[in-house]
């Protein structure tokens, strides 16, 4: 297995073109299902989760097309892509591929709204937490459909004549109920009106690109989607958004080695409430006309609190990066974890550089260290893993991070976009034993 090794002590200068957004080209990629003239979506990051999404809406008969290069085109923009799910062939999600990757499981929504009838694999928990789809369920079933669990599967049935609008208010908030209710009551007669939705900027970049398909969702952006059912949707081409988990990430990086780097592509408006808390640690941050500037430069970190929130408060896939800043800032910083129930499993990794971290409950306390020294670690999620590669971009010495398949999921060409910066980063090992 590909191991990446980090040898600390660089400041990053320069440039990081940011890339498309993951949590947004996923869902994407999953309202070509609800019309069978072709998507078209710009900037789509090369990630092995869009790999894996691929390979699943082929298995339902979606043809992809993937224009130009799939290598880095010139002007750093991802990849163009044409989804046209011209004919179903398959209303099953099966097992095997839904356990892959739990976003797979939100093709129940426009599987269900365009067929009538769907069956996909329960995607289970994973090493974050539980995670469970009752709010999804609940909110199919307000639309009318009959949904039956059977043999690991949720089976879901819409009624003769197709689903049915109506009013449903989300027990919490669920950046992936509010996607799929939203993309199956598109279709469905009648309006629809969701209470509570999530209002992340990738509900957003749905929202507007199934409007663009013809849909008629308003209240976009707040926690009330009005969604009036139409008969069909049309293709359209769509921009996926620059993905601001990356560019939080990267700001994080520079806070802890210290430079200046342009995040090329960022949009602030997307994660200011981390960018708030940075300020407040004492990196300089600054919006420029082709993205966000960050800067730090000889003065020391100082310790913040940070309660993690949904949009438009700390995301929380942020957490870890930022958990990761802390260590290194002057005090003792509070990080409560509001959203999932076991997001700390970097703290146990992050020790292993000499950090000085405890947690209770959902509340990890983190009392800054002089310094960090090299490790050998493990990733145990996406998230997690990028923030021990941040942390050996500030240790002293060697770190050597391992289990980076997680990495690969979310983050495109990370060791690339470090370098150029001046980092000393790279992957190591291909083909060694994990
Ligand atoms: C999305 O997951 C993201 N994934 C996650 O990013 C992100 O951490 C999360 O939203 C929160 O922002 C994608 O977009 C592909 P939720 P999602 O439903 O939709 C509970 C990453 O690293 N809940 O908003 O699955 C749930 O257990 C990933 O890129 C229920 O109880 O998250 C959690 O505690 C990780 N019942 C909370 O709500 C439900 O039916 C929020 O989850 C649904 C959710």
Same mark, same amino acid.
């Given at each position: 297995?590909?191991?990446?090794?980090?040898?600390?002590? =660089?400041?990053?200068?320069?440039?990081?073109?940011?890339?498309?957004?993951?949590?947004?080209?996923?869902?994407?990629?999953?309202?070509?299902?609800?019309?069978?003239?072709?998507?078209?979506?710009?900037?789509?990051?090369?990630?092995?989760?869009?790999?894996?999404?691929?390979?699943?809406?082929?298995?339902?008969?979606?043809?992809?097309?993937?224009?130009?290069?799939?290598?880095?085109?010139?002007?750093?923009?991802?990849?163009?892509?044409?989804?046209?799910?011209?004919?179903?062939?398959?209303?099953?999600?099966?097992?095997?591929?839904?356990?892959?990757?739990?976003?797979?499981?939100?093709?129940?929504?426009?599987?269900?709204?365009?067929?009538?009838?769907?069956?996909?694999?329960?995607?289970?928990?994973?090493?974050?937490?539980?995670?469970?789809?009752?709010?999804?369920?609940?909110?199919?079933?307000?639309?009318?459909?009959?949904?039956?669990?059977?043999?690991?599967?949720?089976?879901?049935?819409?009624?003769?004549?197709?689903?049915?609008?109506?009013?449903?208010?989300?027990?919490?908030?669920?950046?992936?109920?509010?996607?799929?209710?939203?993309?199956?009551?598109?279709?469905?007669?009648?309006?629809?009106?969701?209470?509570?939705?999530?209002?992340?900027?990738?509900?957003?970049?749905?929202?507007?690109?199934? =409007?663009?398909?013809?849909?008629?969702?308003?209240?976009?952006?707040?926690?009330?989607?009005?969604?009036?059912?139409?008969?069909?949707?049309?293709?359209?081409?769509?921009?996926?958004?620059?993905?601001?988990?990356?560019?939080?990430?990267?700001?994080?990086?520079?806070?802890?080695?210290?430079?200046?780097?342009?995040?090329?592509? *960022?949009?602030?408006?997307?994660?200011?409430?981390?960018?708030?808390?940075?300020?407040?640690?004492?990196?300089?941050?600054? *919006?420029?006309?082709?993205?966000?500037?960050?800067?730090?430069?000889?003065?020391?970190?100082?310790?913040?609190?940070?309660?993690?929130?949904?949009?438009?408060?700390?995301?929380?896939?942020?957490?870890?990066?930022?958990?990761?800043?802390?260590?290194?800032?002057?005090?003792?910083?509070?990080?409560?974890?509001?959203?999932?129930? =076991?997001?700390?499993?970097?703290? *146990?990794?992050?020790?292993?550089?000499?950090?000085?971290?405890?947690?209770?409950?959902?509340?990890?306390?983190?009392?800054?260290?002089?310094?960090?020294?090299?490790?050998?670690?493990?990733?145990?999620?996406?998230?997690?893993?990028?923030?021990?590669?941040? *942390?050996?971009?500030?240790?002293?010495?060697?770190?050597?991070?391992?289990?980076?398949?997680?990495?690969?999921?979310?983050?495109?060409?990370?060791?690339?976009?470090?370098?150029?910066?001046?980092?000393?980063?790279?992957?190591?090992?291909?083909?060694?034993?994990?």
């Amino acid at each position: 297995m590909a191991r990446i090794r980090v040898i600390g002590g =660089n400041q990053l200068n320069g440039s990081i073109p940011i890339s498309g957004a993951k949590n947004a080209a996923l869902p994407l990629m999953i309202a070509s299902l609800l019309t069978e003239e072709p998507l078209v979506l710009n900037n789509v990051p090369r990630l092995a989760d869009v790999s894996q999404l691929e390979k699943i809406l082929a298995n339902h008969g979606v043809d992809i097309a993937v224009h130009g290069r799939r290598a880095l085109d010139e002007d750093d923009r991802g990849q163009r892509m044409t989804f046209t799910a011209a004919e179903i062939v398959d209303t099953c999600a099966p097992y095997e591929l839904v356990s892959t990757m739990r976003a797979s499981f939100w093709v129940i929504g426009p599987l269900l709204a365009r067929m009538g009838e769907a069956r996909v694999s329960l995607p289970g928990g994973c090493g974050i937490g539980t995670r469970p789809v009752d709010f999804y369920l609940q909110g199919l079933r307000a639309l009318g459909a009959e949904i039956d669990i059977d043999e690991g599967y949720v089976v879901a049935r819409a009624p003769k004549g197709g689903l049915i609008g109506n009013t449903f208010r989300s027990p919490g908030i669920s950046v992936g109920a509010t996607h799929v209710i939203m993309m199956a009551a598109t279709l469905a007669r009648g309006t629809t009106t969701i209470e509570n939705a999530a209002m992340e900027p990738e509900v957003t970049n749905l929202a507007e690109c199934l =409007n663009a398909m013809g849909a008629r969702i308003s209240g976009i952006g707040t926690r009330t989607l009005v969604i009036e059912g139409v008969e069909r949707l049309h293709g359209t081409e769509f921009d996926v958004i620059p993905d601001r988990i990356e560019a939080g990430t990267f700001a994080m990086a520079v806070a802890m080695t210290g430079g200046n780097v342009l995040l090329k592509g *960022a949009r602030p408006e997307h994660f200011s409430a981390a960018i708030d808390i940075l300020r407040q640690t004492g990196v300089h941050l600054e *919006a420029e006309e082709d993205g966000l500037r960050v800067v730090r430069n000889g003065n020391g970190l100082v310790s913040i609190d940070a309660n993690i929130d949904t949009f438009p408060g700390f995301p929380t896939d942020l957490q870890a990066q930022f958990m990761t800043l802390m260590t290194r800032a002057s005090g003792v910083s509070h990080i409560k974890e509001t959203i999932f129930e =076991n997001r700390f499993m970097h703290v *146990a990794e992050l020790a292993r550089f000499g950090a000085d971290i405890r947690v209770e409950g959902q509340t990890a306390t983190v009392t800054g260290v002089p310094e960090l020294r090299g490790a050998q670690v493990m990733a145990t999620d996406l998230r997690a893993s990028v923030s021990l590669v941040i *942390a050996g971009l500030a240790a002293s010495g060697e770190t050597i991070v391992s289990r980076i398949y997680h990495l690969d999921r979310g983050f495109e060409r990370l060791e690339e976009k470090l370098s150029a910066c001046g980092a000393n980063v790279e992957r190591i090992g291909v083909g060694y034993p994990d």
